[in-house]
């Protein structure tokens, strides 16, 4: 291309190609390693460009808050291998030799050697010699004819090869050369590398008629740790059992061993485990740990090698390989192991090879990318088919959006998938299936609507909404817009039953199918900054009023809404974090807000700097910092905060080492709920690395209170108020759980925190049945929370507290705003434990969806008509429940950032006797309790509030 330009810019002579690429030729594979690998590590690790270019060709985000420590290391390893393998000369004479040919047969005239980059004087000039050496042997090379590459398979029978060693992908390569019968010599065909996959071991059995084996094993625990005979009848390959003088262990992340079928992480042991790695003792550590149960200074012939690979035991104790850790993907909520869906796609007859991997991660539009070879490149597979196949076969949120057609996938140097080289997905590779554009007008009012919200390009009519990414908060959204784009009344249970453009079109436009809107359609609340009137009082929302008066001492004044959590934070600077926190404090009105005696809230305009009081513990023995650690736990985890004064948190830390400390942080819900937290403690940790510069906030929490107490008071108010008042009489009183001691005869309110995690498969096999019935995962939750509720109350019927999370409105800063988002609702449950759990769960995802509906009216307004109708004692709600399915940054729990780990967590309210929330873990589906005051009577879940007199 260059010579061609050259050419054609009408320059004399010929143009002469210079190449620039860093050089070390040693002696050996060990003189190499150990002169220039560390060096021309820390050199990419000071070249930000680079690194950022593999990140995003590899479809990693490494500003994203999960981009860990540990993956920033493993990236710089990989970007090393890749760039020393395939664009330096650092190597020895042998191993550069087929590159500098390549380069040459490229046009390149001149490659100029970068011997400057760390390398030690002396070792760089000592390997000029062997650099002279790789000159003169290309410079012979070139002279000679041009060699014709020879075919393995030739090479196996004109030298009798008995035994073959190769990854799967040279594997696959010989069934394309001409003399495949060559294989039928071999007595052992070794596979190790990749994953090995079924098909390619049916195409091999064909042609080798002697043993196929699977070898599995990482370089530190000297290359091969299992084995197994493949069966090619099976139909399935697994990594087999562990070989002699080698142990294996399948561990969750807490260390404690997974149960059989169950994902966890391989471990390895034993005598084939090496030493760490040379000059790296903190990548050593990490990797190299110690048995659980043992000292954490076990001896290096005693150690573990951790090796990121996620892995399950049969019953009959071999091993399936799953996929890499640092493939494990997180796509609209879920956690995603990618070799789960290669294992689905591989198995269809259609596919020959396929990799998956995340398009857009970290974005709304993040999304499974799916790269298959066709078994027959002459009659490819359409998209839509393929997505009707695993659909089948894989819950949906498993299933890829794009499907992307290649010859062939591109392989590294060595032999493995090049996953950084696989092309982004386009218009002309991809599609979600088949594309039918919308015609008629409702259709495309709808497609536009469904495009905006969801953030995807184009929306067709027979697209699902539910499998473009759509979910409980997203439809209401959706629902609210095509209200007042089309000017109808639509239920929001109808795009339940109508998931399509097409039929919602339908449902619209159809008799019946909606009513006519009021002449004045709701429109969103107008969030404009009022700077102005920016620290004028302004009134509490309902739900923080709720809070405050539940903090007022006639109910429990021992309780207020309170969040505190516990991160332990490595290599910190404290008066660093100080400044950062003071940032924020500048940042976000609400960390400003003071609450006066007569209910109103206020922004302060000025605040003093915030001191982070810090305890220094490295001097005392553990006993002595785990009594100190748990003296500032009692006394911040549940303190109340003087709602009047400013600050409405508190922040301390615990220095426990020479630079790890415990950061013990506390805020009152007044202020910020569970997602607002998320956000604070991660823009915390991205101002303190320099990532964030906190620039104050245009839009204010009260510019946001305002708007919503104008959309609330609009005239879409008085039909939801009807709504909710013909409901008052029959709806039923909270589930009447038994109580171990009379709630008067407590003296201290404390919470505590009890969770209980579903296994990732189960869950995964229970949303894939609920979605086949069409009930969402956070219905699915609520009636299993509703079905256990019931058998303890000894009644079918009774009501709820439901928390949403909704930030209704449009404006530029709105997601990062920090504020009580908080909304309720009163769920009535009718037949919790009653009939086949399939219909009750249908039965309150209507009674649901129907509530959303009239969203206008709060649970707090609800609660206090009870209250006058029937009394305060029947009228309070006080068990809680809260679905984080599909919502991100909605809870309590914040994620731990780069160098920090979530210690201890715990919430409290004085409006709960029992608060469940279903958040998504790593492992499936979680659910914590949030109980108040203890109850002692066996087999009691829950626990007594001070207000309800329930438990």
Not at 22 to 35: L, P
Not at 39 to 47: A, N, T
Not at 287 to 292: G, Q
Not at 793 to 816: I, K, S, V
Request: with cysteine; charged share 25%.
């Amino acid at each position: 291309m260059y010579r061609e330009a050259w050419r054609r810019a009408g320059h004399p002579g010929e143009p002469h190609v210079t190449l620039m690429l860093h050089t070390f030729i040693g002696g050996d594979a060990q003189d190499v390693r150990t002169h220039a690998w560390q060096p021309f590590r820390d050199y990419l690790r000071s070249s930000v460009g680079l690194i950022e270019n593999l990140a995003r060709a590899m479809g990693v985000d490494i500003t994203a808050d999960d981009f860990t420590e540990d993956d920033q290391e493993a990236l710089l390893d990989h970007a090393c291998a890749r760039y020393l393998a395939d664009s330096s000369l650092i190597g020895t004479v042998e191993d550069r030799l087929p590159l500098v040919r390549r380069l040459t047969e490229a046009g390149v005239d001149e490659i100029a050697c970068l011997l400057d980059f760390g390398v030690d004087v002396e070792a760089a000039l000592g390997a000029l010699s062997g650099l002279a050496d790789l000159r003169s042997r290309a410079a012979t090379a070139a002279v000679g004819a041009p060699r014709e590459a020879t075919a393995l398979t030739e090479l196996i029978r004109t030298h009798g090869v008995s035994h073959l060693q190769c990854t799967p992908s040279h594997a696959r390569a010989l069934l394309e050369e001409a003399d495949t019968a060559a294989l039928g010599g071999l007595r052992q065909l070794l596979l190790g590398g990749e994953p090995l996959d079924a098909e390619l071991v049916h195409g091999l059995a064909k042609h080798v008629r002697g043993t196929i084996r699977n070898m599995y094993g990482p370089t530190e625990t000297t290359v091969w740790s299992t084995t197994d005979l493949v069966d090619p009848a099976a139909g399935t390959v697994t990594i087999g059992r562990p070989v002699a003088g080698t142990t294996v262990r399948v561990l969750d992340p807490h260390g404690r061993r997974v149960p059989v079928g169950v994902p966890g992480e391989l471990y390895i042991g034993g005598a084939g485990v090496t030493a760490g790695y040379l000059d790296r003792p903190e990548l050593t550590a990490g990797r190299f740990v110690a048995p659980p149960g043992a000292p954490d200074q076990a001896a290096p012939g005693e150690r573990l090698y951790r090796t990121g690979d996620i892995v399950r035991v049969r019953r009959d104790g071999r091993i399936d390989y799953l996929s890499r850790n640092d493939h494990q993907l997180k796509i609209r909520g879920f956690r995603v192991e990618a070799g789960e869906v290669e294992a689905a796609l591989a198995a269809l007859p259609a596919v020959r090879q396929c990799v998956v991997t995340g398009h857009g991660l970290g974005t709304a539009a993040a999304a499974l990318a799916a790269y298959l070879v066709p078994a027959s490149p002459e009659e490819p597979p359409a998209p839509a088919e393929l997505r009707a196949e695993l659909a089948r076969r894989l819950p949906p949120f498993l299933v890829p959006s794009h499907f992307v057609l290649l010859d062939a996938l591109p392989l590294t140097s060595n032999g493995k998938v090049d996953r950084g080289a696989l092309p982004a997905p386009g218009p002309g590779r991809s599609a979600t299936g088949e594309f039918t554009a919308p015609t008629t007008p409702a259709e495309e009012l709808i497609a536009a609507v469904w495009r905006d919200a969801l953030r995807v390009d184009r929306v067709g009519v027979h697209d699902d909404f539910f499998e473009l990414g759509g979910h409980s908060l997203l439809a209401t959204q959706v629902v609210a817009g095509i209200r007042r784009a089309l000017g109808v009344r639509l239920p929001l249970r109808t795009l339940f039953e109508a998931p399509t453009v097409a039929a919602l079109a339908r449902a619209v436009e159809g008799p019946g199918g909606a009513e006519a809107e009021p002449a004045e359609p709701a429109t969103p609340a107008l969030l404009t900054p009022d700077r102005e009137h920016r620290h004028d009082p302004f009134p509490l929302t309902d739900v923080q009023r709720a809070y405050w008066i539940g903090r007022s001492g006639s109910v429990g004044g021992d309780v207020s809404c309170h969040l505190y959590v516990e991160l332990d934070v490595d290599d910190v600077d404290l008066p660093r974090l100080e400044r950062s926190w003071h940032a924020l404090v500048r940042r976000h009105d609400a960390l400003r807000i003071v609450v006066d005696e007569d209910g109103a809230q206020r922004i302060l305009a000025e605040v003093p700097d915030y001191r982070i009081e810090v305890e220094d513990l490295r001097a005392l023995d553990d006993a002595g910092r785990d009594s100190r650690l748990e003296a500032t736990r009692r006394a911040m985890s549940h303190q109340v905060l003087p709602s009047e004064t400013w600050p409405l948190f508190d922040v301390r830390a615990s220095r426990t080492g020479d630079t790890e400390a415990r950061l013990h942080f506390g805020i009152d819900t007044l202020i910020a709920d569970g997602g607002s937290v998320q956000i604070l403690l991660r823009e915390l940790l991205a101002v303190y690395r320099g990532e964030l510069r906190p620039s104050p906030l245009e839009l204010s929490f009260r510019d946001y209170v305002m708007a919503e107490r104008q959309r609330r008071g609009g005239p879409e108010r008085e039909r939801d108020l009807a709504y909710w008042r013909d409901r008052l009489d029959t709806l039923p009183p909270a589930p009447p759980l038994p109580l171990a001691r009379r709630p008067e005869e407590l003296t201290e309110t404390r919470f505590r925190r009890r969770e209980a995690h579903l296994p990732a498969d189960l869950w995964s096999r229970l949303k894939e049945r609920a979605a086949a019935a069409r009930i969402t995962p956070s219905a699915l939750a609520l009636s299993a929370y509703a079905t256990v509720l019931g058998t303890w109350a000894g009644t079918d019927r009774f009501t709820l507290n439901l928390t949403l999370f909704n930030r209704a409105g449009d404006h530029p800063d709105l997601p990062d705003l920090v504020g009580d988002f908080t909304a309720l609702t009163m769920l009535e449950v009718d037949g919790a434990a009653s009939g086949a759990f399939e219909e009750r769960a249908r039965r309150i995802q209507n009674r649901l969806w129907e509530d959303l509906d009239h969203q206008l009216v709060s649970g707090v307004w609800v609660a206090g008509e009870l209250a006058r109708r029937r009394g305060v004692a029947d009228a309070v709600m006080p068990v809680v429940f809260t679905s984080e399915l599909g919502a991100a940054d909605a809870g309590g729990t914040p994620p731990a950032g780069l160098g920090a780990r979530v210690a201890y967590t715990i919430t409290q309210t004085p409006r709960s006797g029992s608060t469940t929330r279903s958040p998504r873990t790593a492992a499936g589906c979680g659910s914590p309790g949030t109980p108040s005051r203890r109850c002692s009577r066996p087999g009691c879940s829950t626990t007594c509030s001070p207000r309800t007199r329930r438990c």
